[in-house]
Nanobody, 119 residues
Framework: QVQLVESGGGSVQAGGSLRLSCAAS????????MGWFRQAPGKEREGVAG?????????FYADSVKGRFTISQDNAKNTVYLQMNSLKPEDTAMYYC???????????WGQGTQVTVSS
């Protein structure tokens, strides 16, 4: 069974940066995608960034974070990162890492890490 553990959240002023990490343990070789989602109080969860490993591979970014956020991975460490630059107060949310294990669709989730951006 795959487990995902996020870290790196915190409080930062607008314009600052944070790097989130998602460490995967267990049988990770069947992962078809990894992604980051976020949910702010009173709002629906939204996809922020994702890496898809089939069909030649491609990366997705939400329009709201394009040019500011970057998803990357270190396969040797089974870790996925989300580098967040030029943070805005509207980026404040709980951020979750997710994976597609054994098939399409995100079916494995971490516990989340809080990001708070103050103006």
């Amino acid at each position: 069974q795959v487990q995902l553990v996020e870290s790196g959240g915190g409080s930062v002023q607008a314009g600052g940066s944070l790097r989130l990490s998602c460490a995967a343990s267990g049988y990770t070789y069947s992962s078809l995608c990894m992604g980051w989602f976020r949910q702010a109080p009173g709002k629906e969860r939204e996809g922020v960034a994702g890496s898809f490993y089939t069909g030649g591979g491609h990366t997705f970014y939400a329009d709201s974070v394009k040019g500011r956020f970057t998803i990357s991975q270190d396969n040797a460490k089974n870790t996925v990162y989300l580098q967040m630059n030029s943070l805005k107060p509207e980026d404040t949310a709980m951020y979750y890492c997710a994976a597609c294990i054994g098939g399409p669709g995100y079916n494995t989730w971490g516990q989340g890490t809080q990001v708070t951006v103050s103006s």
